[in-house]
């Protein structure tokens, strides 16, 4: 089976890396080509365009920042459609909302193009260990075929339903993810405001109840200052204001969630929507106790 991969950042270019470990015949294109070069000297071919990847791919996967992107890359000039054929297999894993999804699905069937939506959990250690957690929506018979594929990149492959069953389970993930972060960010916030011993309360909080990803992974990078990203600030705002909306047509409420996404919303207005989610210790640096 030969792939297509667009969109190497921070997950996609090791995402591509390891499908070319596991043997697997690569066209790669990105925006910025020079970060492709590092795929080149692994022996991928570096194509021009999308159009190029699907003429020269059985399979494309798309690993871009959000729907206006995959939209440019699906139907913009010299895009995906343009070199497709009749049994092409699209797979968006990148994370926008259920709606686009079958967007995408139901207008990529008239070119013949089988459509995929898989987001993935795990960050970008999980992206370079190909250990993510990947949530696939869409026909079963076409997952089972790209399946080998998907387990190239991740260790946890669920098939979750139909088109946008994977986009509407990665903003329940989302959801989860946003609070955890603020409740590690407030409970930093408040043990340095009184002076706690930082590496006791890293010791106690991932040996705990209170212990998860999120503590074992961020929590170190906080201590350090490291604010670089695993996954941008920006994105997971982007992503909470998918999950409302969603939630909107559902005339479900969800005020954890909307605060999350105040708080993202305000670290991004701050400058820090390219810095990592943990980044988010620095929205409350800058918060007024009340009486100051």
Do not use: C, W
């Amino acid at each position: 089976m030969r792939v297509g991969f667009i969109g190497l950042g921070i997950m996609g270019l090791p995402m591509a890396m390891n499908i070319l470990k596991a043997g697997y015949q690569l066209t790669a294109y990105n925006r910025t080509r020079s970060r492709a070069e590092p795929l080149r000297s692994l022996g991928a071919y570096i194509a021009n365009s999308p159009r190029e990847v699907a003429e020269r791919s059985d399979v494309v996967i798309a690993m871009v920042t959000d729907a206006p992107d995959v939209e440019e890359i699906l139907f913009g000039r010299e895009g995906v459609v343009e070199g497709a054929r009749p049994g092409l297999i699209f797979i968006d894993m990148g994370t926008n909302s259920p709606e686009y999804a079958r967007s995408f699905a139901e207008r990529l069937s008239k070119y013949g193009v089988e459509f995929l939506d898989a987001p993935v959990t795990g960050g970008d250690k999980g992206a370079r260990e190909g250990t993510l957690t990947i949530m696939v929506g869409g026909k079963y018979e076409v997952f089972k075929k790209v399946e080998p594929v998907l387990r190239a990149m991740g260790r946890t492959i669920i098939y979750v339903g139909d088109v946008g069953s994977g986009q509407l389970m990665k903003l329940l993930n989302q959801i989860v993810v946003a609070i955890n972060m603020v409740a590690l960010a407030e409970a930093m916030a408040l043990a340095r405001k009184a002076g706690i011993d930082e590496e006791k309360l890293y010791q106690i909080l991932s040996s705990g109840a209170a212990n998860s990803f999120t503590v074992q992974y961020y929590m170190p990078k906080i201590m350090k200052g490291d604010l670089e990203p695993g996954f941008r600030a920006a994105h997971l705002k982007k992503d909470l204001g998918y999950a409302l909306k969603t939630a909107s047509k559902l005339s479900a409420k969800l005020p954890a969630t909307e605060l999350a996404y105040k708080l993202y919303e305000d670290l991004v207005r701050i400058g820090y929507g390219e810095k990592g989610t943990h980044s988010l210790i620095k929205l409350y640096e800058n918060l007024k106790s009340r009486g100051e």
